[in-house]
């Protein structure tokens, strides 16, 4: 074991000042190093970071440990892309063989010339759809046959 793999701060007795124990494991009431300062651990906090799935905005929160947060229900689903109109709005077979019309094409530029140029060479293309908290918007591109 070379002396690279571990750095020990020693004291005057040749003992550690500190140990290492997980982040994880370190309780309410015990004690931390903070900016190289002995503190004694008080309420925990969870630090979030997180990206939005709609907008790809990264978003960031502090929530107490002891505390609930909320969690979406998210949902998938794929839809054969039948027309895109002019005004950018797409429309797309549902399960039951009726149609929903009420999606523009994405904001990724991406997906959204994936989602043309497939539809102009006649491709049958499928789109995925995700939902969550009352906005829904399309996700996913996939080319599932020859075309027309």
Do not use: W
Request: aromatic fraction near 4%; glycine fraction near 10%.
């Amino acid at each position: 074991m070379s002396d690279d793999e571990h750095h020990f701060e020693a004291s005057e007795s040749g003992a550690s000042k500190t140990y290492p124990q997980s982040a994880g494991n370190i309780r309410k009431g015990g004690h931390i190093v903070i900016k190289n300062r002995p503190c004694k651990h008080g309420h925990a906090k969870c630090h979030f970071v997180a990206i939005d799935i709609f907008t790809a905005k990264k978003l960031e929160d502090i929530v107490p440990s002891s505390h609930n947060c909320d969690v979406p229900h998210v949902n998938r689903v794929d839809y054969q892309l039948i027309d895109i109109t002019e005004d950018g709005f797409v429309s797309l077979l549902t399960d039951s063989g009726g149609t929903k019309d009420d999606l523009k094409l994405p904001t990724d530029d991406g997906l959204t010339a994936q989602m043309r140029l497939g539809f102009d060479e006649g491709k049958d293309i499928v789109v995925s759809v995700m939902s969550s908290m009352g906005e829904e918007q399309i996700c996913a591109v996939k080319e599932v046959g020859g075309g027309k």
